[in-house]
């Protein structure tokens, strides 16, 4: 059985964005290169969920 992952709108959206900030066109990206975007743009996720976290707790 494929694992089979559901993905927001917003991380879809950030998933597309970051294949055209790297000239790649979202629908006719390889799926080597559209698991590489989803990487960046999960981590990217990660790194503004932290932020503001830090943020929040230093106020």
Same mark, same amino acid.
């Given at each position: 059985?494929a694992?089979?992952i559901?993905?927001?709108?917003?991380?879809e $959206?950030l998933?597309n964005?970051?294949a055209?900030?790297f000239g790649?066109d979202?629908?006719r990206m390889s799926a080597a290169?559209r698991?590489?975007?989803? $990487?960046?743009? $999960?981590r990217?996720?990660? $790194?503004?969920?932290?932020?503001?976290?830090?943020?929040?707790?230093?106020?």
């Amino acid at each position: 059985m494929a694992n089979v992952i559901i993905k927001s709108a917003e991380r879809e $959206a950030l998933t597309n964005k970051v294949a055209r900030d790297f000239g790649y066109d979202p629908s006719r990206m390889s799926a080597a290169h559209r698991e590489q975007a989803e $990487a960046v743009a $999960a981590r990217s996720m990660e $790194a503004h969920r932290e932020l503001k976290r830090m943020e929040e707790r230093h106020r």
